[in-house]
Nanobody, 124 residues
Framework: QVQLVESGGALAQAGGSLRLSCAAS????????MAWFRQAPGKERDFVAA????????YYADSVKGRFTISRDNAKDTVYLQMNSLKPEDTALYLC?????????????????WGQGTQVTVSS
């Protein structure tokens, strides 16, 4: 079992930056591929970024490429999402997810564990 707790969500202005964190506990962190998804009100959950467990390959949704960076610190059992050049359309609940030895899939159903999310709101 893996417990995931997100933090760092806030109200930000367009063009600004935020850094989200997701702290894992309950099991060894290193074998898990980690991902961020987001869900806006009334919309489906969308893939944002993933970082693999083995060689830290990174994958991004087209909508965030060049603006967001995913990283992980295995010593701290934490994955991060650095978000720059924020846009109002980035407003959503951001969810952290974990898949044991995953490939970095953009499909939410591949992930076994989920956090409760942290809210990001971007004003224009």
């Amino acid at each position: 079992q893996v417990q995931l707790v997100e933090s760092g969500g806030a109200l930000a202005q367009a063009g600004g930056s935020l850094r989200l964190s997701c702290a894992a506990s309950g099991s060894s962190f290193a074998p898990y591929t980690m991902a961020w998804f987001r869900q806006a009100p009334g919309k489906e959950r969308d893939f944002v970024a993933a970082i693999t467990w083995t060689d830290s390959n990174r994958y991004y949704a087209d909508s965030v490429k060049g603006r967001f960076t995913i990283s992980r610190d295995n010593a701290k059992d934490t994955v991060y999402l650095q978000m720059n050049s924020l846009k109002p359309e980035d407003t959503a609940l951001y969810l952290c997810a974990a898949e044991w030895r995953g490939t970095g899939s953009a499909y939410g159903g591949a992930y076994e564990y989920w956090g409760q999310g942290t809210q990001v709101t971007v004003s224009s």
